[in-house]
């Protein structure tokens, strides 16, 4: 049996700006995951600015991200009858890692570490300078 791997993701765009408090995020394989019968993909996301923890996953490389800051979407490939995923929301991806035999546990699994890191800026708190008046005297 061919083990788990999570392959490789690229980011569709970054920086991303908010736009009305929401920016949406994704992106794209780069190299395909190995996913043996039985196991599952699910798209983790992190906060690269806290940690990498765990802020959220989904079925698809794609997240609405309500702040600014550095992000990263990762691949994880894994057997749902070994692993639940949901137990990784609020986890730092190291810790996930640490749980899968590529970081020295015991769950067969696979993450991308790496993943896709996407910044995302807010165009409003984003170069507030003040400039100066200047008044035309003719």
Do not use: M, R
């Amino acid at each position: 049996v061919e083990g788990p791997e999570a392959g490789t993701l690229v980011p569709d765009a970054t920086p991303v700006c908010l736009i009305n408090g929401t920016a949406n995020i994704s992106a794209t394989e780069g190299t395909a995951p190995v996913v043996p019968a039985g196991y599952e993909v699910l798209y983790v996301l992190t906060d690269a600015d806290n940690n990498l923890t765990v802020v959220d996953a989904a079925a698809t490389p794609s997240f609405a991200a309500t702040t600014a800051g550095n992000f990263i979407i990762h691949t994880l490939v894994y057997d749902p009858n070994t692993l639940d995923p949901t137990t990784a929301i609020g986890l730092e991806a190291g810790v996930v890692n640490g749980l899968l035999v590529q970081g020295g546990g015991t769950i067969c699994a696979a993450l991308d570490l790496a993943g896709a890191p996407i910044s995302v800026e807010d165009p409003l708190k984003h170069n507030q300078t003040t400039l100066p008046l200047v008044i035309n005297q003719f």
